[in-house]
Every structure is written in C-alpha cells, then in structure tokens.
C-alpha cells in the first residue's frame, strides 16, 4: 500500500510540474501531505516528519540565500564586464574563436549558477557580434548551453542545492569532487566550440553562394539596420576589493574552510559594507534582490516537507524494496548510471525539481541495496542531466533566451538536442575515470 501511495505521490508531483499547473510549492507540500494522510498517518506524525525534512534541508536553504544575494550584488557592480569586453575583443571577425570564447565567456559568466542572469549578460553582448559574422544564433545557444551545463554543478547552483537536500550531503562536499570534471568539460566545451566553429564556417561558405547567411535563415529578429551596442562596457565599481571577494569565498568553498552558508553569510555582509556603507542601502539592495534569493528557498524549504513526509513515512524504503524485488540484479548496482545516461532525455520530458526531488530518492534508495553509496549515485546523476538544463522547455532561463535571441523553442530543441545529449557522454566519460561512480 505504502508503494501504491508513493507512486501516486510521485507521479501526480511530476505530472503537475510538466503541465505547469501549479508551482513546485504547491506539489511539493500539499501532495505528499494527502498522501501520508491516504497512509493512515496522524496529524502528529506527519507533523514530526515536516519537522525532520526541514531541518534536513535547512544549510541548503540557508547557502541558497546568501549566495544568491552576494553574486546578485557583483553583476550589479559590473565586476565580470572587464573579462567580458577583453573575450569579445579578441574574436572579431575569427568564426571559430568567437564560438570557443562564447564558450569560455559562458562558463565564467554562469559562476553564479543563475540561467536566466547569464543569457541577459551574454546574448545581447555576442548577438550583434554573430549577426555581423553571419552566424546562427542557435549555434550560440548550443555553445552557452554546452558550458553552463557544465558550470551549472557549482554547489549554490540549482540541481547540487537538490541533490543535497535529497541526500543530506552538503552541496559543497559534493562539489569538490566534481571541480575536476567541470574543469574538464569546461576544456571539453571549448574543443566542441571549435568543431562547431569549422561547421559553421562551412555554412556561411555555403549560404553565401545563395546571397544569405545562417544568421538571416535562422533568426527570427529583423534584420538590424545599424550596429546594436554592446553591453558589458560599463565600470565595475571597487572591482579590486570584490575581485578578491570572490576568488576568497570560492576558495574557502572549494577548501572546505567554513560551512557553506557561514561563508556566502560573511562575503555577502563584507560586500554590503564595502559597496553600499550606508544602512539605507543595504536594505535597499536587498530588497531588491530578495524575490530572487526566497523563491528558491521556498521550494528548497518546500522540497524538505516532500522528503520528510517520504523519507520519514518509509514510502520511499517502500518503493525502493519492490523495485528492487523486481529489478535484475545487475540493473539494482548500475541504475543510477543508466539514469545519468538519459539524463538529458529525461530533463527534455520532466522537470529539474522533479527530476532531483522525485526520482533522485528513489534511485538512491533501490541501489543502496546493492551498496552503492549516495554520493556516487548523485554524480552519475547530476553530470548526466546537467548538460540538458538549458535546452530544457522547463527551464524558464531557456524561454527567456528564446526570446532575448529571437530563436524558436522548437528549433533550438531540434538543433541541439543530440548534441547536448552526445556532450553528456564525454562528461559522464570523466566522472566514470575519475571514479565518481
């Protein structure tokens, strides 16, 4: 019964989050709240696994706001435009560097972990630079797409900050780990850039003979009448003493110095004192960036009540004993690897907070049985789903860099889809030799 009732769970949680009928929030607290009661649980006892999930994910919440509050404060201080307008100088009128710098520029820009933030910083300043050249602005999509897949496991990120809150390990210690793939795939990225950089140059040649480009064939924009400016050119302010903010608290996070919301609660509180001294300001920019930074924590928080309910209520042990009752056994030890390897499917068809809260626990739970550790079932995991975030039409970022580059969903899924489903591999490839899992 527990089995029957946790599957009901889950899929009324992922078919809600696919249809976009209401927001994690809801699914996620009030769902699995009808559930326990359809178990027989009492008020008290659902309330005890509420209180058990919260505080399971309460340093994950915590990391979340501070550090989306401190990396909001450096791009309004403009702190990464001098790396930016230095990248964009470098590719004028080379196809292929400017797709390896795109790359290179994506995955410095997405240090914050945010989609949305590094499409309204990226697109408007490469755009012109790829209309000029003649370029398809799906291939630039492609090539953020590749790298912030790649940046996206920094521990403030979205699917770390899950992955902890399903586990119970801190993003963090997850992170450490991972920095050697990402470093990899960071040169992975910009490799692929070049490949695709020669394609492309192959195209221009091509639809140059027929009086167009792949810019004019694939852009949904009008054609510019005169040069658009370029963004990024204003002053970071006091961009000595946050420069070194940033490299400091990464640092810390990477060394594992502090806890990780102890240090994005210092270098945010460090940044409000040198950047806006005044009391009337502080709260002015955090008030500004607040929306932000709590949306998040709610459904993090919200997330901790799903996994309480399903954790505490032994409906996930449940589901994971049946499952594995019926599983061959060479499929219990290796689920979570097969999984990563759909990874980017399964992000094209679900959600990221149903891919993590939803079907993370239970892959957890079926292949602890066959002993294999948390930690290595989140890599196979994360590293396989990352790359598809962005091409995702459940990503919000992805819809909004639809429309900030004039592309087509339908389009930007056809054009990069295997293609991101391929990078996946060489990934996945990495953290299999380096013995993540």
Known sequence: MLTIIGLFIIITIVTL??????SPIIAMSVTPLIGALLAG?????ISTFFELGIKQVSSVATMFLFAILFFSIMK?????????????SLTRGNVII???????VAAVVHLDGSGAATFLIIIPAFLPLYRRLGMSPYLMLLIMCTSMGVMNMVPWGGPLGR???VTGIQAAELWQKLIPVQLFGILGSMVFAAIMGVRENKRIAKAKRKGTTPYQKDSLLAIFDEEQPETGTEKPKKFGINILLIVVSITCLALGLFSAPYIFMVAFSVALVFNYPKPRDQIAIISHHAPQALSMVAIILSAGAFLGIMSNGKILESIALDLAAILPHSWVDNLHIIVGIL???MDIFTSTDAYYFALLP?????TAGGGVPAADVVYAMAIGNNAGTFVSPFSPAAWLAMGIAGTDMGRHLRYSFGWIWLFSFFTLGVGFFL???
């Open 163 to 165: 992955a902890s809150a």
């Open 41 to 45: 649980y009492s008020f008290s006892e």
């Open 17 to 22: 989050l696919m249809m976009g009928k209401t």
């Open 362 to 366: 239970i892959v957890q739970e079926v």
């Open 98 to 104: 400017v797709c390896v710098v795109t790359a290179l």
């Open 435 to 437: 013995g993540l899992f």
């Open 76 to 88: 309004d201080l403009h702190i990464f435009n001098p790396l930016i307008r230095i990248m964009i």
């Open 343 to 345: 990874g980017v499917p």
